[in-house]
């Protein structure tokens, strides 16, 4: 079936082809070429010798945690435990992250609706493969991985099986890669731990093209879909927003640390340098879907309602 736009659906819609080889948008031809430009390999670029981190050195040279202790059920000898069982969390959390974004750009290879943004996310394929690469080297060295968290698996599931490119690119490039984003970014500046500042320095700088490269695919998206199909794509954020905070509930982490899960949920959702922290999770995907259209009035109430916008007043 040939659509509007040139493409054509195969006849289960889960894949178009695009006869116009000479149509090209320039934006996502840029990014295409930069993508190529910045290829690292995970191998060689990344000083695996440097050791990686220890338990003891997540608690002697760790940066405190984004949780306040005053509230907190873990008892004070075993902060620095925490912080190891922290640092472990999110590095498998990045791991499993990073295999959804792989197979989603997989997907939007045989998606997207013309032959420049299947470039790009062909050569994006190629960085998420690095990044899942680098990410299960470390956990592996770590030799304390966690599996991967209930709502990131649910998030995952959610957009690998999609078949609308749109709501392909809104899960992946402007939310879970948007959160991973602002992550990668305090990562880096604030490991003690010289292979994983390493890695997500490389790491974060492909991500930062590839939430752009989200952006330019969806600016002319929103404006031109029916209130019902907008609606659905509001719906699907809300969701999506819902899932990627319950993540940092950190159920896994009070398991294995022997603390009461409830106590600990409710420790995580109330303190104030946790909701900070949630906040500052959530930065680049607010302006991101300010940017795409679709920070609209209910959006924008339903994170409020989360705590996950950082406009509102504090205390
Ligand atoms: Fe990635
Ligand atoms: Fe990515």
Known sequence: MTVADGSERTGDAEARFVWDYARTDERLRALYERGKAAQWNATTDIDWAAGVGTPAQAGLLGPDLPMGRDASPVPPERWAGF???????????????????????????????????????????????????????????LGNGYPINPSLRR????????????????????????LALAAFRLEHTRSFDPVIAQITRLVAKDEARHVAFGLVALRNVYGELTSGERAEREEFVKEAALLMSRRFRLEEIWERLDVDVRAGTDYALRDQKM?????????????????????TPGVRAHLEQLQLLRTVSRR
């Open 83 to 141: 912080q190891w069982e922290f640092h472990s969390w999110m590095t498998s959390q990045f791991l499993h992250g990073e295999q959804g974004a792989l197979l989603a750009t997989g997907r939007l290879v045989a998606l997207a609706p013309d032959l420049d943004a299947k470039f790009y996310a062909a050569a994006q394929a190629a960085d998420e493969a690095r990044h899942v690469e680098a990410y299960a080297r470390y956990v592996d060295l």
């Open 155 to 178: 998030m995952l599931d959610t957009v690998v099986s999609e078949s609308r490119w749109d709501i392909v690119f809104l899960g992946m490039q402007i939310i879970v890669e948007g």
């Open 275 to 295: 909701i900070d922290f949630r906040r500052l999770m959530f930065t680049k995907i607010v302006t991101s879907l300010a940017g795409v259209g679709l920070l």
